[in-house]
């Protein structure tokens, strides 16, 4: 089973930029499809970015654009950096991997089977 840890949250100001990491252990990150996750205050917990193991990539309609995820077999690591921030994406973002996947340009469809804690970003002024 694999285990998830996110970093690179934090405190910045709107328009700007944080690249958060989803770093695994006991298994090779390559071999499962990842989610990216934001649950807003208040709000539901909302997938907002997939990459499957074909690399294949999914988006959310409102970060297009801006996020990007990519990875790192080397470090064993999973990224998702956002650029041109605004203030409600503000939330705690997790990351999650799964088994079985479809992931394309329209659609993200991964049975998640391990979740990390997540990190907290707060874009304020």
């Known amino acids: 089973q694999v285990q998830l840890v996110e970093s690179g949250g934090g405190l910045v100001q709107p328009g700007g930029s944080l690249r958060l990491s989803c770093t695994a252990s006991?298994?090779?990150?390559?071999?499962?499809?990842i989610g990216w996750f934001r649950q807003a205050p208040g709000k539901e917990r909302e997938k907002i970015s997939c990459?499957?193991?074909?690399?294949?990539?999914f988006y959310v309609e409102s970060v297009k654009g801006r996020f990007t995820m990519s990875r790192d077999n080397a470090k064993n690591t999973v990224y998702l950096q956002l650029n041109s921030l605004k203030p409600e994406g503000t939330g705690v973002y997790s990351c999650?991997?799964?088994?079985?996947?479809?992931?394309?340009?329209?659609?993200?469809?991964?049975?998640?089977?391990?979740w990390g804690q997540g990190t907290q970003v707060t874009v304020s002024s």
């Open positions: 999650a991997a799964g088994g079985s996947s479809i992931v394309a340009r329209n659609m993200c469809v991964i049975d998640f089977t391990s």
């Open positions: 006991g298994s090779s990150l390559d071999s499962y499809p």
């Open positions: 990459m499957g193991t074909t690399y294949g990539q």
